[in-house]
């Protein structure tokens, strides 16, 4: 018997089981059976996946290596769902990393902070992080910065996590650069007019896990859902339609990006773990080489003084970006 066959054989709910057992500190997991797309692939569920290539257009714009150099896999028994492990070029990543701790968080868009402080206390985010962030040893202090404590950002129709619903009068301008981004990884998927309206930012700790749930507000589900993920990496697990369904488990490293498309855009997900490298151990990838970039690139070369802060709030944590059309064409919210 398989040691995850072992731990699913209580009649307790598989998904469930699977989450506690990923998120377990002592003793730590066995990672044996975690698909690692980066490396060799040994499970018999991983199929290569054609991606359209044509189709890609800007991806040396965006920070993306040539489409026809993107590793893209697909997994048995979920249609629509598509791994491209980390098509970002070298150097590029410190600029998403930049403008997920930077930019992102800044007004109009909205993050956790403002359900509890000021718009006064959160104008400036990153401006009253830097100094705790990039001093060489960590002050003692009493109070985590306010990047630390940042948990989510919203961006374009803000998701309301009380109603769990988007809305017409809560939207503000979708960034053009992920907008940009996220459209080339559509058009590799086959998906010509997808419209980027929404954005959930997720902020892990290295104790951060992200509970079992479907994506299922926006309006139109014929669209892709698109994940991008920076820093540590994380497990993650991918069930089926019904919440107790097993799933399988994977790791997502800093520059994986996950379509969630057809028959696999509604299906159960979870992050139960974050996996931080050993300290001081940063994936090459990460390393922030401010050459001049392309003269209509959007991805602009980070300073030395931003990339210190950002490397030392990644060498502890994750971000996750995940965007979404919420309408399809013609749609439009429902009268309340
Ligand atoms: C999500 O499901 O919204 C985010 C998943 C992730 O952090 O990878």
Redesign the pocket.
């Known amino acids: 018997m398989s040691k995850m066959a072992a731990v699913m054989e209580s009649g307790e709910d598989a998904f469930k089981q699977l989450f506690k057992f990923y998120k377990r500190r002592k003793p730590p997991p066995d990672f044996s059976e975690v698909i690692d797309f980066s490396g060799k692939l040994c499970s018999g569920k991983v199929v290569p996946i054609k991606l359209n290539l044509t189709a890609v257009s800007d991806a040396s714009i965006v920070g993306l290596r040539p489409a026809q150099d993107w590793r893209a896999f697909g997994l048995q028994g979920y249609p629509g769902f598509v791994f491209i492990s980390n098509p970002f070029r070298k150097g590029s990543q410190p600029f998403w990393i930049r403008q997920c701790l930077k930019t992102y968080p800044q007004k109009p868009n909205v993050c956790n902070l403002d359900m509890h402080m000021s718009p006064s206390d959160t104008q400036d985010i990153w401006e009253r992080s830097v100094h705790s962030l990039s001093s060489p040893t960590p002050p003692r202090r009493q109070e985590k910065s306010l990047l630390e404590r940042l948990r989510w950002v919203t961006l374009g129709y803000h998701y309301n996590w009380d109603t769990k619903l988007y809305s017409e009068d809560h939207y503000t301008p979708f960034p053009a650069d992920l907008q940009l981004l996220s459209q080339q990884i559509a058009l590799s998927c086959g998906f010509s007019d997808f419209r980027p309206q929404a954005g959930?930012l997720?902020y892990y700790r290295s104790d951060s896990s992200?509970g079992i749930h479907v994506?299922e507000s926006e309006l139109d589900h014929s669209r892709p859902l698109i994940?991008f993920?920076f820093g540590q990496s994380?497990i993650?697990l991918l069930g089926g339609k019904q919440r107790q369904d097993p799933p399988t488990a994977m790791f997502?490293h800093s520059g994986d990006v996950m379509v969630m498309s057809g028959q696999s855009r509604l299906l159960y997900?979870a992050?139960p773990r974050i996996v931080p490298a050993p300290p001081g151990l940063l994936p090459s990838e990460l390393q922030n080489s401010p050459t001049s970039p392309d003269t209509n690139s959007v991805v602009e070369p980070v300073s030395e003084q931003d990339w210190t802060v950002c490397l030392r709030y990644i060498e502890s944590s994750r971000i996750?970006m995940?965007v979404r059309q919420v309408l399809g064409p013609g749609q439009s919210f429902p009268q309340s």
């Open positions: 959930i997720n992200l994506d994940s993920c994380a993650f997502m997900h992050v996750n995940t």
